[in-house]
C-alpha cells in the first residue's frame, strides 16, 4: 500500500465504534485515508460504514493485533 498520499488515522487502542467515527470524519476532508485500528470489530465496521457511502476498501493486515484499511471514494 502507497500510505504516502493517503491520510493516516491512527485509532489503535480505542474501541468501536470510534475508529469507524474517526473514520468517518476523516473522509469528509479526504478521499483516501488509511484507517489503523487494534479493535478486533473494526474491519466489520468499517465495511459497514464503507458500504453505506460507496466507499472502496483494501484491507492489509499488519500484524496479527493491528489491521489496516485503505478507504477511498
Same mark, same amino acid.
Given at each position: 500500500m502507497?500510505?504516502?498520499?493517503?491520510?493516516v488515522? $491512527?485509532?489503535?487502542g480505542?474501541r468501536?465504534?470510534?475508529? !469507524?467515527?474517526?473514520?468517518a470524519?476523516?473522509?469528509?476532508?479526504?478521499? &483516501? %485515508?488509511l484507517?489503523?485500528? $487494534?479493535?478486533?470489530?473494526?474491519g466489520?465496521?468499517?465495511? !459497514?460504514l464503507?458500504?453505506?457511502?460507496?466507499?472502496?476498501v483494501?484491507? &492489509? %493486515?499488519?500484524?496479527a493485533?493491528?489491521?489496516?484499511?485503505?478507504?477511498r471514494?
Amino acid at each position: 500500500m502507497n500510505e504516502v498520499s493517503a491520510l493516516v488515522v $491512527d485509532a489503535r487502542g480505542m474501541r468501536c465504534p470510534w475508529p !469507524a467515527l474517526r473514520l468517518a470524519r476523516a473522509m469528509r476532508d479526504a478521499s &483516501d %485515508v488509511l484507517l489503523i485500528a $487494534d479493535d478486533p470489530q473494526a474491519g466489520r465496521e468499517v465495511a !459497514a460504514l464503507a458500504g453505506e457511502h460507496g466507499w472502496s476498501v483494501e484491507t &492489509d %493486515v499488519a500484524t496479527a493485533d493491528e489491521g489496516r484499511w485503505r478507504v477511498r471514494r
